[in-house]
Each structure stands twice: as C-alpha cells, then as structure tokens.
C-alpha cells in the first residue's frame, strides 16, 4: 500500500540556520505530494503541494521539489524563525486511473524547534 | 472566509459511551474527511463523504460511523467507547473528488475514561 516516511525527528536548529526535512513516499501511479504544518494546539495547515513530477512547491520561504526519480519531497528553507517552531507532516494523495482515494496518507510527523 | 470548524473542542466520555463529533466545511465544499490522530500513531484516515454518499473508509470498525448532511456538514460517530478511542479528530474538507488539497479544522480532542 501508500507509505510516506519522514526523517527521524526532533529537529532543533538555532534562528537563520538551513533546514532539510526529508520525506520519501511509496505509491502506485502519480500521487500527489504535500507538506503540512501543526502548531501547538491546532490542526493542520497546508503549507505547500506538487502535483506531478518536477514540480516545486513553495510557500513562506518553504520549498520542495517533487521527485519521481527518487521518489523523494524534501522539504527545504534557507532561513528558519522561532515561529516556525512546529510538527510537519508529509503527505500524499493517491489516484487510480484517475480517480482520487480520497484519503491522504501521512508521515509519521517530524518535530521542529528553533532556538533564538 | 471561514475555514472548516469543528465542534465541540473538548468531549470527555466514559467506556461503552457514545460520541458525536461535528464539522462544517469551508463554504463551496462538497468532500469532507475524518482522520484520527492519536499519540504517537501519527494520523490515520477515517472516512470520505462526498455529496452526501461515503466514498471511502480507512481501516476502522463499524462502530466507527458517520454521515453527511444535505449543507455538506459532516457528523462522526464513535459507539462502544474504548480507552484507546482517546484522541484528535481532525475533519478536513476539499472543493470535491477532483481536489487534491484538504483543509483542516482545528479538531475535536475526544478523551474516554
């Protein structure tokens, strides 16, 4: 079945340091890809998304490059804040013959603290 | 505009109880999801309604349930309480099937004692 599988985490980086999540997925076809974050207390926001191969997301300094090759969706900034404290998640959102399953399947989340 | 909203945002419940968790998407959706996040089990999909019909369910019992309502609000039922029922509900919406981005409300925290 679908699979996504996420760095091992916590990650604590110090204000302005480069931040790598990694995110590689397992799926039939061509899914979707995205990343979500979660602050404390809340619930998910969308932070960026591709939708077939080579296709970069971006979103608040947020990149990632979708990668058919490496089956990978690594989640890139150059210059992370203290507000970008948070759990991201990997997703992807799976399709046959066209036809969405609807249901998007998630990485195991990976905890991030930025230090001022 | 009004994102997804969930209600109520704390249910305390006791074992064998039954728990009725609400949603209302973002206006113009039609598909609403449930998912569980539950400590250190990362989030599971529950269910998939769209206009009105359930479209997919994840691996869940029975007793997990739901339908949605002719205005595309949703409503999830959970009967026989377990402990490990205790957990995040999250309820997702999307413009429809050919959607691929969610949108996600802040969630309904559902302990059981």
């Known amino acids: 079945g679908d699979s996504v599988t996420q760095m091992e985490g916590p990650v604590t980086l110090s204000e302005e340091a480069f931040l790598t999540i990694n995110c590689t997925y397992t799926a039939t076809g061509y899914p979707s890809l995205f990343w979500y974050v979660q602050y404390p207390g809340e619930g998910l926001q969308l932070l960026l998304k591709?939708?077939?191969?080579?296709d970069k997301g971006s979103n608040k300094g947020f990149e990632a490059t979708y990668r058919k090759e490496t089956t990978s969706f690594h989640l890139e900034k150059g210059s992370v804040q203290v507000s970008d404290s948070a759990v991201y998640f990997c997703?992807?959102?799976?399709?046959?013959?066209?036809?969405?399953?609807?249901?998007?399947?998630f990485g195991q989340g990976t905890i991030l603290t930025v230090h001022p | 505009e009004a994102g997804v909203t969930q209600s109520p945002t704390h249910l305390i419940k006791t074992r064998g109880q039954q728990a009725t968790l609400r949603c209302s998407p973002i206006s113009g959706h039609t598909s609403v999801y449930w998912y569980q996040q539950a400590l250190g089990l990362g989030l599971q999909f529950l269910l998939w309604?769209?206009?009105?019909?359930?479209?997919n369910r994840g691996n869940f019992p029975p007793r997990f349930s739901g339908r949605q309502f002719p205005n595309y609000s949703s409503e999830l039922n959970v009967n026989a309480l377990e402990l490990e029922d205790s957990a995040l509900y999250l309820c997702?919406?999307?413009?429809?099937?050919?959607?691929?981005?969610?949108?996600f409300g802040p969630g309904t925290r559902l302990t059981v004692t």
């Open positions: 591709a939708t077939k191969a080579d």
């Open positions: 997703a992807l959102s799976a399709f046959a013959g066209g036809t969405s399953y609807g249901k998007l399947t």
């Open positions: 997702a919406s999307s413009l429809g099937t050919g959607s691929y981005e969610q949108y």
């Open positions: 309604y769209d206009e009105g019909e359930e479209r």
